[in-house]
């Protein structure tokens, strides 16, 4: 006695129906599924657990500042998950682009928001797709480091960041080719029915597809694409189709290069050298800030995965208890902005000021010590 839809045991639910005709059987939780869905899935009778506001408070635990990239990026992916939780087909999915400078959070929200959500999430670099065919990897191959580690249903509900889309933007000027582009143009065509809903076939071990080679296929129909690039020189496409140069603008409006990209327009996009397509299956724009000193030093300290408490516990497993004095902290900062190198090259500061202690320290004898910082 086994449920015809679930396969389930008559001992593993409330009860068995069936029919007089065929004899076959259905569960009383396949009912209740095929309800919900004849009454289009009832917001009243599965309500969701999340909001965009506690979405971003999550959100705000990892990240310093980018307040309204977050509220736009919270508030699109809780109508995505709307969407999948109430089977809404009728409702058009709503790919996210973050455009800002380098190492200022872009990919960093893409994987905390996986993390909050738990769900299958992987960064590719959109640098080494190319068309079909050439050198490089297929688009596909994005989504082979979930296989092996999720199952397909898992993966085609899963989040795709792709970073440095703006590098794929096609050429313009008096050399471009008459011939497409198989490393820009090409592969934002090839991502195209991707990102807005199809099966594709990934290739399990590769590069490239090969037609007797094993593969996988995922739906792409509820997988979140999120796309990032810092698209320099946006701001003067920007500028021209608001009529303005740039210091006349920043004279007139009192606006900078960071305020004019809040302007950004899809023509803006198009404009740069994304193909018209792909642009309108990313309906979403975000823009983040370039990252001050202040916020720097914010981010040495306060997120939850902070720098300076993961040297405290690194040192801390050998009884060592290290302090950063503020002066310290703000000279990591600075030398971080100077450089622009945002957030990510904090680590790399921080690791060259710490290196030699690491290496001289005492670890027979365990004390405290104030990482101070040296110029040289």
Request: some cysteine.
């Amino acid at each position: 006695m086994k449920c015809y839809f679930c396969n389930s045991d008559e001992g593993d639910v409330k009860k068995l129906f069936s029919s007089e005709d065929s004899g076959i059987m259905i569960c009383n939780f396949c009912i209740d599924i095929l309800y919900g869905e004849l009454h289009n899935n009832s917001i009243n009778s599965k309500k969701m657990n999340i909001s965009p506001r506690s979405i971003k408070d999550k959100l705000d635990q990892y990240i310093i500042g980018q307040d309204e990239a977050k509220r736009i990026v919270s508030v699109a992916v809780y109508n995505h998950l709307l969407k999948i939780h109430y089977n809404l087909n009728n409702v058009r999915k709503g790919n996210i682009l973050l455009i800002g400078p380098t190492g200022n959070g872009k990919t960093y929200i893409c994987e905390i928001l996986a993390k909050i959500l738990n769900v299958p999430f992987t960064i590719a670099d959109a640098t080494t797709l190319t068309s079909a065919g050439y050198v490089g990897s297929d688009c596909e191959t994005i989504f082979q480091p979930l296989i092996g580690k999720y199952s397909p249903e898992d993966i085609s509900k899963s989040i795709i960041c792709t970073d440095e889309i703006d590098k794929k933007a096609r050429k313009s000027g008096p050399n471009t080719s008459l011939t497409q582009d198989v490393s820009g143009e090409a592969v934002m065509y090839s991502l195209l029915k991707m990102i807005e809903g199809s099966h594709v076939d990934v290739p399990m071990t590769g590069m490239r597809k090969h037609p007797h080679g094993d593969k996988i296929t995922i739906d792409t129909t509820n997988i979140l694409f999120i796309f990032c690039g810092a698209f320099n020189g946006l701001e003067e496409i920007i500028a021209r189709r608001l009529n303005k140069n740039k210091i006349g603008f920043d004279n007139v409006k009192g606006q900078d290069d960071k305020n004019l990209l809040r302007l950004v327009e899809h023509e803006d996009l198009i404009q740069f050298g994304l193909i018209p397509e792909l642009v309108g299956r990313i309906p979403i724009i975000g823009v983040l800030d370039e990252l001050n000193i202040d916020d720097l030093c914010r981010i040495l300290k306060e997120p939850k995965d902070n720098l300076v408490d993961q040297y405290k516990t690194l040192l801390g497993a050998d009884k060592i208890n290290i302090s950063f004095p503020d002066e310290t902290i703000r000279k990591i900062a600075e030398t971080a902005h100077n450089k622009r190198i945002g957030a990510r090259g904090l680590k790399s500061v921080i690791e060259k000021l710490m290196m030699n202690f690491m290496y001289n320290v005492d670890r027979n004898e365990p004390k405290d010590y104030d990482i101070i910082w040296e110029e040289k």
